[in-house]
């Protein structure tokens, strides 16, 4: 699976992407949220405040209890500022 | 139409190829979002955006104020990478026959778009650089539509 990251959630991790293999009874989102934390202390303390953290699964919008399924891209990244 | 792009627009340009060959609008709004120098504290904007997914949400957001306004011709061009005080950001032209659904429907493009297309502004100034905030006034901008949409 692919994961993507950008903005201060990409500068906090200290990458923009990634293709990783997640461990079982990762199911949603908001587990895979739990899993990075656990990836040492750049992913700690970019998915500290996880409830900041916006996710979308194959570039939809999702919230952190979306199933992941057949998912082939996941993308974190901060509460968008465009416009 | 949609557009991500590095590059400047020109509104009247984009105004005029939106007119071309047509004779049946008869309200034209746009909306022009530009970057500013918040006296000083500001001398360069970074938008970093999401590729493919950025199209993909402007693109969702253009239909969705077809399908709520009868819009003759709609435009939204948003500019990422290295921007200066003064220079655009972003464009939302609307066209229809009568001025409100044109009014009402680049006011909602520029609402959701700040609240779900994503791109990201870094700033910076004299004293180093920082990631935008999000303004919690956006959301509420954003929530107000879809209380209007309840109600209809």
Do not use: C
Not at chain 1, 1 to 15: D, N, P, Q, S
Not at chain 1, 18 to 34: H, R
Not at chain 2, 67 to 73: E, F, G, K
Not at chain 2, 107 to 128: I, N, Q, V
Request: proline share 5%; glycine share 8%; aromatic share 8%.
């Amino acid at each position: 699976m692919r994961l993507l990251y950008f903005a201060w959630v990409k500068e906090k991790t200290g990458i923009a992407a990634e293709d990783v293999e997640l461990p079982p009874g990762v199911a949603t989102v908001g587990e895979v949220i739990g899993w990075l934390k656990t990836r040492g202390p750049e992913f700690a303390h970019a998915f500290e405040r996880a409830e900041v953290i916006r996710a979308a699964i194959d570039q939809n919008h999702v919230r952190h209890d979306a199933r992941i399924g057949a998912a082939r891209e996941i993308a974190f990244f901060p509460p968008v500022t465009g416009g | 139409m949609i557009r991500v792009q590095q590059e400047d627009f020109d509104v009247a340009a984009e105004i005029a190829r939106l007119k071309a060959g047509r004779s049946d609008i008869g309200a034209i709004v746009t909306f022009t979002g530009t970057v500013r120098d918040q006296a000083g504290a500001i001398t360069k904007m970074t938008l970093e955006h999401y590729p493919g997914m950025t199209e993909r949400e402007l693109t969702r957001l253009e239909a969705e104020a077809n399908a709520r306004w009868p819009l003759q011709a709609s435009l939204i061009v948003h500019r990422t990478g290295t921007l200066r005080p003064g220079d655009n950001i972003v464009l939302v032209v609307t066209a229809s026959e009568h001025r409100d659904a044109a009014f009402d429907a680049a006011r909602f493009l520029m609402d959701y778009l700040k609240t779900s297309a994503p791109l990201w502004k870094r700033e910076t100034g004299p004293h180093g650089s920082h990631w935008v905030e999000a303004e919690p006034d956006d959301e509420s901008a954003r929530a107000s539509w879809q209380q209007k949409r309840a109600a209809e």
